[in-house]
Every structure is written in structure tokens, then in C-alpha cells.
């Protein structure tokens, strides 16, 4: 990694901070989910910061240019992040699917009860 | 002055009898509401055979969520003091009058039953108190207010937040979370001491596993709470 690609990571990644902690204090992101981006960027201003860390790790793993390693680790978290989406989206379709039930249950319940005081 | 016990409850079959018999009959000048969680036991059957008062959510939402609908229930109903307690009989009813005794005189907006400040009676293992210890420093760095124990459910709080947690609760572990977010609209927060027996019967909402993940979380959560928290959004 040379010299300016690090100063732009690094600026990159400044960026994705600024627009995350933004988004946080607008309240249109639920700080649960927010956990996940922040870990990530983390990691990527570490490796940002210390190319060494990536060019050891490239080395190890057998990857012969470092920057493919980034990009490698960059497409691993959003992978991740991804995958908890869909799995929030399952959790809420879930949810929303019992609502929707119970919601009709009650409907029918107060469908009766208006019957009855009618007769 | 209205006073309102809510109590979380959340599979508590085994126990919500007992702590909520204990209310009617030992504390009858409080009111108190169960909310049952979405439950999967038999919580609802117990609630409805003994004619308590409950509300019951449709949809499980989890801790936060739960004592949230408790406290809009106590905003809808005009309380002047909510008082939360866990359904699982941990925390003893008795130390009720003195933990409300200074949102009474006006000298605090938050009351906490505190474990650790006469180190009496159950005492949790070292390692969640080391946990609790860390986060009470970290809540103390980024508010600067001083609660030792940060992790107590046995809370009570005035109409202001009252109103305050109505609109704004945390969700997933809520008790640390809100301690910041009330030093935030400058809560006068006080501790009393309570002594804590072990849980009477089913399982703690965190097992051991998760404790890590949990602290991580939850510090996160903290930090990032002071960190976006706008004050210009008060006035």
C-alpha cells in the first residue's frame, strides 16, 4: 500500500464515521444495529493506520497484493453486516406476521361483542 | 400521590404469584401493572385465573420495551411515581416506602435499590460484579453520575421521567442505558440500599454466555448514547 491510497482510506473511513454518528443523532438508525458498522470501520482504520498489520496477514494467507487483502476484508464485513440484516428482516417479518394474527383475533372478539350488545 | 408498581414479567409462572399477592395483600396503597411479555408458559393463564392487573403485549419486545409500556401506562393513568420491580421476586417490596421517600420530598427524580452499598445479601458472581463495576466507571466518565449499582431493576422515578421514559426507552438492556440518558436531562439520581435474595425460580434474561457480548454492547451503547445524544433537542 503507498502512501496516498492509505491517506485516502483513512480519509474514507473518517467520512463513514461522520455519516454514521450523524445518522445516529438524527435517530434514523437504531443503535443495536448501528454496532455491527462501527466494529467494522474500526477494524478498517486499524488496517488503514497500520498497513503492516494487512501486509502480514496478506502474506500469511497466501494473497499476493495487500490492497486485494483490504478489499478481501472490506467485502468480508459487508457480507456480515448482510447476513444480520436478513436476519433482523426474518425476526421482524416474524413479528409483524404474529401482529397481524393477534390484530384479527381481536377484531373477530369485538366483532362478537358488538353483537351481543346489539341483541 | 399516585403510586405505580410496574412489573416486567416475562415466563415467570413460578413466580409472579407470589410477588404479585404479596403487593395486594402487604402493599394495597400501590397500584401495581404486570406486563406479560408475550410469554410462552403458563404467565397469561396465572394473570387471568387471578384476575391481576396485567397488559398483555401481543408481540414479545424484550426488557425495554416491556417497562416502557409499563410507564406509559403511568403516564396515561396520571401516576406520580412508578416504581419497576422484576416479576421474579428478587426484589423485596419492603424497602418500597423508604426507596420513594426521596422523590417524595423532592430531593431526587430517580431512586435505584442498590446491592453493593451495604454488600448484604445476594451479591451476584465476581465476575458480573466486576462487569457492573466497569460499567458504573464508564457511566461515571461519560455523565458523571455516581450509581455503584448500574444493573438494578429496582428503580423508581418521578412524573418528569415518567414522561421522559414514555417517549424514550432503551430496548435491549435497558437499565444501564437509561441511567445515561436520565443523567442527560439532568436527573438527580440517588441509591438506597436493598439486599436481594436469588431468584426464586426460572432463569436470568442474561446466561453466561452472552455476558460478553453484553458488555461490549452495552458499553458501546453508552458511549455512543453521550456521544449523539443533541441537548439543543431538550429546549
Redesign the interface.
Given at each position: 500500500m503507498n502512501g496516498i491510497l492509505q491517506t485516502f482510506l483513512v480519509l474514507g473511513i473518517l467520512l463513514y464515521f461522520f455519516i454514521l454518528l450523524f445518522l445516529i443523532k438524527r435517530r434514523t438508525l437504531l443503535l443495536k444495529y448501528t454496532l455491527l458498522w462501527i466494529f467494522s470501520g474500526i477494524i478498517m482504520l486499524i488496517v488503514a493506520v497500520f498497513p503492516k498489520i494487512m501486509i502480514s496477514i496478506t502474506h500469511f494467507l497466501g494473497v499476493v497484493e495487500v490492497t486485494n487483502g483490504v478489499f478481501a476484508l472490506i467485502l468480508f464485513f459487508m457480507l456480515i453486516i448482510l447476513m444480520s440484516i436478513t436476519s433482523i428482516v426474518s425476526n421482524m417479518k416474524e413479528k409483524n406476521k404474529q401482529l397481524i394474527q393477534k390484530c384479527a383475533l381481536f377484531e373477530k372478539r369485538i366483532r362478537e361483542l358488538e353483537e351481543i350488545i346489539k341483541n | 400521590m399516585k403510586k405505580l408498581i410496574i412489573i416486567p414479567a416475562y415466563n415467570e409462572e413460578k413466580n409472579i404469584k407470589q410477588v404479585a399477592d404479596n403487593l395486594i395483600h402487604n402493599y394495597p396503597h400501590y397500584d401495581y401493572v404486570i406486563i406479560n411479555d408475550c410469554s410462552s408458559d403458563h404467565t397469561q393463564n396465572i394473570l387471568e385465573n387471578n384476575n391481576y392487573n396485567y397488559i398483555n403485549l401481543?408481540?414479545?419486545l424484550g426488557i425495554g420495551g416491556g417497562v416502557q409500556t409499563g410507564y406509559k401506562y403511568a403516564l396515561q393513568q396520571g401516576y406520580d411515581i412508578a416504581i419497576q420491580m422484576d416479576g421474579d421476586g428478587q426484589h423485596d417490596p419492603k424497602y418500597l416506602e423508604e426507596v420513594i421517600k426521596p422523590i417524595k420530598e423532592g430531593k431526587a427524580d430517580i431512586v435505584i435499590g442498590s446491592r453493593f452499598i451495604e454488600k448484604d445479601g445476594f451479591q451476584s458472581t465476581v465476575l458480573r460484579r466486576l462487569g457492573i463495576k466497569f460499567l458504573s466507571n464508564l457511566i461515571k466518565l461519560v455523565s458523571g453520575i455516581k450509581v455503584k449499582d448500574v444493573t438494578s431493576g429496582y428503580r423508581a422515578v418521578n412524573r418528569k421521567f415518567i414522561n421522559i421514559y414514555a417517549k424514550e426507552y432503551?430496548?435491549?438492556y435497558p437499565e444501564p442505558e437509561a441511567l445515561v440518558n436520565a443523567a442527560m436531562h439532568s436527573a438527580e439520581i440517588l441509591e438506597y440500599p436493598v439486599i436481594m435474595s436469588e431468584r426464586l425460580g426460572g432463569e436470568s434474561s442474561i446466561s453466561p454466555f452472552k455476558s460478553v457480548y453484553y458488555m461490549i454492547?452495552v458499553s458501546?451503547?453508552i458511549i455512543?448514547?453521550r456521544?449523539?445524544f443533541?441537548k439543543r433537542r431538550l429546549k
Open positions: - | 401481543p408481540v414479545n432503551a430496548q435491549d454492547k458501546m451503547a455512543l448514547y456521544i449523539t443533541d
